[in-house]
């Protein structure tokens, strides 16, 4: 599902990446982008802390409800994943040619709603939250194995310059 959802945002989305031709533009740009992709996050956050607050738990270091479990488990896997999402979105950046750096806000969307959906279908059920996860970690797992490809096949020479 996740090649067809970019494949269609980034034939039928009507924007361009502008005009990047360093290395830094493109890290500048994609750190901009990443920001976007912290949304999802700090909204976990937020909910983490207020449904804190509104447990019926009398020791505040004591074992945490479910409902709570939830969103700080959501809260730390995201965090985690976009760690290394936002790094290998860094190192795409600049292997990718001019025009299909309109992937990095596309390939940050889909991690924003796809940490979203996990969220959802954890929240709902836990056996149900494979689907979100894997919206997140297989573009990934290919934005990976395409950085090492770029690395090793593409420009070996450059690995270390």
Known sequence: LC???IYGA???LPFDAPLLPTISARLVYTLRCAAFATFPIVLGMIVSGISRLCSSA????????QEVEIH?????QSIHLFILYFFNMAVLA????????????????LFAIS???????????????AFGFSMTFLPLLAMLLWNLYGMFILEPEGLLS
């Open 72 to 76: 700080r488990t959501y809260v730390s």
């Open 58 to 65: 009398l020791e505040p270091f004591g074992e945490l409800q």
């Open 3 to 5: 090649p067809c959802l």
């Open 94 to 109: 600049t292997y990718l040619p001019q025009e299909l750096l309109k992937l990095i806000p596309l390939l940050t969307g």
């Open 10 to 12: 980034y034939v039928f």
């Open 115 to 129: 940490r979203l959906i996990f969220w959802l279908s954890y929240a709902i059920s836990r056996s149900f939250r």
